[in-house]
């Protein structure tokens, strides 16, 4: 995955004012339906249904700040009832902090500077840790955890965790406002990994997320994700809700142009996919029928 591709195409965006549900509004007058998601992170929305308010709440509260807070508590409890084929959590302000401890963690059961290093060296990124089911052609080998995705449906995720004692989990939940969170399989993996501090707000946030996801997966099914193949089968591979683009990758920047173009946008990956959100409706899909393959 280059990095530098997918900034230089998500850039083509004009300035965005206002995210609203899964639509974004420019300062141009545009409007764009949003399969991006930012990976997935923004599945329930640019805010969800009440996050917004859990964090004003807490920043009117002035718990901005990494100090203790009965959230920890609470998040991990609802980790537990989510993720119950894992025995332990910890989690931290940041994806950088997470990728240091997981890196160290698996260091310590691995006793080897590879494992401290991480697959690429030098600056640790958790993208870089971690074996991602829904990266087109990404291998498990050298990988220090799995990656787990809210809505996982499309992903054989249950081969997937046989292989990895540990997981680096992605919350449905903006990034400002997330905490980065480590699974473990048993309790006593875990108890080698460092703890560390997190802002209530983040904390909190998190919560009011999983409880969110509770009640959008229940509608976020295959009846709805469905209704998108008339319009983009012809384009785009559907596993679950996620879409990958058909096209080889050297003529993905002009699939990613020509649906920006239609108001569309689409993950600026081509091996990381685009997510269906749980609001469409036909004509904002129509528009991308036009595309030549």
């Given at each position: 995955?280059?990095?530098?591709?997918?900034s230089?195409?998500?850039?083509?965006?004009?300035?965005?004012?206002?995210?609203?549900?899964?639509?974004?509004?420019?300062?141009?007058?545009?409007?764009?339906?949003?399969?991006?998601?930012?990976?997935?992170?923004?599945?329930?929305?640019?805010?969800?249904?009440?996050?917004?308010?859990?964090v004003?709440?807490?920043?009117?509260?002035?718990?901005?700040?990494?100090?203790?807070?009965?959230?920890?508590?609470?998040?991990?409890?609802?980790?537990?009832?989510?993720?119950?084929h894992?025995a332990?959590?910890?989690?931290?302000?940041?994806?950088?902090?997470?990728?240091?401890?997981l890196?160290?963690?698996?260091?310590?059961?691995?006793?080897t500077?590879?494992?401290?290093?991480?697959?690429?060296?030098?600056?640790?990124?958790?993208?870089?840790?971690?074996?991602?089911?829904?990266?087109?052609?990404?291998?498990?080998?050298?990988?220090?955890?799995?990656?787990?995705?809210?809505?996982?449906?499309?992903?054989?995720?249950?081969?997937?965790?046989?292989?990895?004692?540990?997981?680096?989990?992605?919350?449905?939940?903006?990034?400002?406002?997330?905490?980065?969170?480590?699974?473990?399989?048993?309790?006593?993996?875990?108890?080698?990994?460092?703890r560390?501090?997190?802002?209530?707000?983040?904390?909190?946030?998190?919560?009011?997320?999983?409880a969110e996801?509770?009640?959008?997966?229940a509608?976020y099914?295959?009846?709805?994700?469905?209704?998108?193949?008339?319009?983009?089968?012809?384009?785009?591979?559907?596993?679950?809700?996620?879409?990958w683009?058909?096209?080889?990758?050297?003529?993905?920047?002009?699939?990613?142009?020509?649906?920006?173009?239609?108001?569309?946008?689409?993950?600026?990956?081509?091996?990381?996919p685009?997510?269906?959100?749980?609001?469409?409706?036909?004509?904002?899909?129509?528009?991308?029928?036009?595309?030549?393959?």
């Amino acid at each position: 995955m280059d990095r530098n591709e997918g900034s230089g195409l998500l850039s083509l965006l004009p300035a965005i004012r206002r995210c609203r549900g899964y639509r974004l509004y420019a300062e141009d007058g545009r409007r764009f339906l949003d399969l991006w998601q930012d990976d997935g992170r923004g599945i329930l929305g640019a805010k969800g249904t009440g996050i917004g308010t859990v964090v004003k709440a807490e920043t009117d509260k002035g718990l901005g700040s990494p100090l203790p807070s009965v959230y920890e508590r609470r998040l991990g409890k609802a980790l537990a009832a989510a993720y119950p084929h894992y025995a332990a959590s910890r989690f931290y302000p940041d994806e950088a902090s997470a990728a240091r401890a997981l890196a160290a963690s698996a260091a310590a059961a691995a006793s080897t500077e590879t494992a401290a290093s991480g697959p690429s060296g030098g600056i640790l990124r958790v993208e870089d840790l971690v074996f991602d089911p829904a990266r087109r052609g990404a291998s498990a080998s050298g990988r220090l955890a799995l990656l787990e995705r809210p809505c996982p449906e499309g992903l054989d995720m249950d081969e997937a965790r046989k292989g990895f004692r540990l997981a680096f989990l992605r919350l449905p939940l903006a990034r400002a406002f997330s905490p980065a969170v480590l699974l473990f399989r048993e309790e006593a993996d875990a108890a080698g990994c460092d703890r560390d501090l997190v802002p209530t707000l983040e904390l909190s946030a998190a919560v009011k997320a999983f409880a969110e996801l509770a009640g959008h997966e229940a509608a976020y099914t295959e009846e709805l994700w469905k209704r998108s193949d008339r319009r983009l089968g012809r384009l785009f591979e559907r596993k679950g809700p996620r879409i990958w683009p058909r096209c080889p990758r050297e003529a993905y920047p002009d699939l990613f142009r020509a649906a920006l173009e239609r108001g569309v946008l689409l993950s600026p990956f081509w091996d990381l996919p685009s997510n269906l959100p749980a609001d469409f409706d036909d004509g904002e899909l129509k528009a991308l029928s036009d595309i030549a393959p």
